[in-house]
């Protein structure tokens, strides 16, 4: 499975994005897909991630309320859109896909997430 990252950019505070998550095959319905953000001199976190099937959402509290994912399955394509950004939201956006079979309690973990994107650049300014 091959993930690209897109849609970063330079957007003021209180702005919006939306990034895209492009997969090389049908990942709807075998694999969930995953946002994951890195700021700099941190460690990679959890942003959002949408279940392979049922779309079932889960967010991570820093972004609930402002970022919304989404799936277009006959486009193989993972949304992020992120409105209300804060400049704590600067990092570089990564998606990932599983194995297509992480149990719930490990769907926030970076571990668990087999295939990864190269990673977008979002920059929100003060």
């Known amino acids: 499975v091959q993930l690209q990252a897109s849609g970063g950019g330079l957007v003021q505070a209180g702005g919006s994005l939306r990034l895209s998550c492009a997969a090389s095959?049908?990942?709807?319905?075998?694999?969930?897909i995953g946002w994951f953000r890195q700021a700099p001199g941190k460690a990679r976190e959890f942003v959002s991630v949408?279940?392979?099937?049922?779309?079932?959402?889960y967010y991570a509290d820093s972004v609930k309320g402002r970022f919304t994912i989404s799936r277009d399955n006959a486009k193989n394509t993972v949304y992020l859109q992120m409105n209300s950004l804060k400049p704590e939201d600067t990092a570089v956006y990564y998606c990932?896909?599983?194995?297509?079979?992480?149990?719930?309690?490990?769907?926030?973990?970076?571990?668990?997430?087999?295939?990864w994107g190269q990673g977008t650049l979002v920059t929100v300014s003060s």
């Open positions: 990932a896909a599983d194995g297509g079979s992480t149990i719930q309690s490990m769907l926030r973990s970076v571990a668990s997430y087999d295939y």
């Open positions: 095959e049908r990942t709807n319905n075998r694999r969930t």
């Open positions: 949408i279940r392979r099937s049922g779309g079932l959402t």
